[in-house]
């Protein structure tokens, strides 16, 4: 396609955050997301939607967005309710909306979903506005509804082999930690780990839960004069100390 095209990017954020997290244990990968929808054209609009506030691990990966210059639009749920509303989809549907009306040179959309409530969407800017379509997602989750709609389906491709975590290195990592250091933490060994070893933080977050579950450390709380601390801890330290 030629280059004097213009394309917007549109990213579910939740869709992709927790499918890569919960079924492959894996980050994502954003420079993916803008190397493809460069492929159509120059990147005018780039956004991605989540409810930050639903979960601490999807506001910790925010930032990989931002190295990638992805606005991150935090869609925050109505918390007022009994039962908290999620608005990302309304908050993704009126940013495509509000961008093919204001944006009239804008000719891909490339929208980063699995979700089948964006059919519509999909559709009428396909067949109403004339608009080239991408759908991106990841294989098997994806609405069948999706591939009827768009112009075009791309399945990322998933390496969740990559750069596995070392059991036996990870437990000598934080056992030297705990000894060296007075405060560790759950979050800040997984950031330093990942960051030290050249690992996804997500699969490092895994492996260190499952150290956890399996009582090869622990987590208790440390009172400090700022505040209370859940640390972690080796047992027969925790126990020797207490």
């Known amino acids: 396609m030629a280059k004097e095209q213009k394309v917007a990017l549109f990213i579910d954020f939740e869709y992709l955050f927790f499918t890569l997290c919960n079924q492959y244990g894996v980050s994502p990968r954003p420079e993916e997301l803008i190397r493809i929808a460069s492929e159509y054209g120059e990147l005018k609009v780039a956004k991605a939607f989540a409810d930050l506030a639903s979960s601490e691990e999807l506001r910790r990966a925010a930032y990989l967005l931002r190295t990638q210059s992805i606005e991150m639009v935090d869609a925050a749920a109505d918390r007022t309710r009994e039962r908290a509303k999620n608005y990302t989809d309304f908050a993704m549907l009126d940013a495509i909306y509000g961008t093919y009306l204001d944006q009239e040179d804008i000719n891909t959309f490339v929208i980063v979903t699995g979700d089948g409530h964006f059919s519509s969407v999909v559709a009428r800017l396909r067949v109403r506005c004339k608009k080239n379509i991408v759908v991106v997602g990841l294989p098997h989750f994806i609405n069948r509804e999706l591939y009827q709609s768009a112009s075009e389906v791309r399945e990322l491709a998933v390496d969740a082999d990559a750069a596995p975590v070392d ?17 560790v933490t759950f979050n800040k060994t997984v950031a330093i780990y990942s960051k030290v070893r050249q690992v996804d933080e997500v699969a490092v977050r895994k492996a260190l839960a499952t150290l956890i579950d399996e009582g090869i450390f622990i987590q208790v709380i440390e009172h400090t004069p700022q505040a209370d601390v859940r640390v972690l801890k080796i047992p027969t330290l925790a126990v020797a100390s207490s």
Not at 175 to 183: G, Q
């Open 167 to 183: 059991r036996d290195d990870l437990v000598a990592f934080v056992t030297n930690s705990i000894h060296t250091h007075p405060f």
